[in-house]
Nanobody
Framework: QAQLVESGGGLVQSGGSLRLSCAASRNIFSIVELGWYRQAPGKQRELVAVFTSGGNINYADSVKGRFTISRDGAKNSVYLQMNSLKPEDTAVYYC?????????WGQGTQVTVSS
């Protein structure tokens, strides 16, 4: 089992920045997918930014150039730096890890961007 704990959400004005953090409860291996999804009210959960096997990174088109994903293997952590935030970025952001034949979600952290 692996628990994922997110932090760093909050309320920010349009154009502002936030940094999300996700820490895994143990070492993680054989990454198929590691990163961030989000779900806005009334919408489906969508990919924001993830590392995939081979070290590739996928970003949603809507966040390219504004968000940056990074990770610290020694701390079993993944981060999401969000700049130039827009009201449409408002959502619950979830950490996601898929690997070793299983998938895990964090509990989510709320990001609210006011106009």
């Amino acid at each position: 089992q692996a628990q994922l704990v997110e932090s760093g959400g909050g309320l920010v004005q349009s154009g502002g920045s936030l940094r999300l953090s996700c820490a895994a409860s143990r070492n993680i291996f054989s990454i198929v997918e590691l990163g961030w999804y989000r779900q806005a009210p009334g919408k489906q959960r969508e990919l924001v930014a993830v590392f995939t096997s081979g070290g590739n990174i996928n970003y949603a088109d809507s966040v390219k150039g504004r968000f940056t994903i990074s990770r610290d293997g020694a701390k079993n952590s993944v981060y999401l730096q969000m700049n130039s935030l827009k009201p449409e970025d408002t959502a619950v952001y979830y950490c996601r890890y898929r690997g070793e034949g299983r998938g895990y979600w964090g509990q989510g952290t709320q990001v609210t961007v006011s106009s």
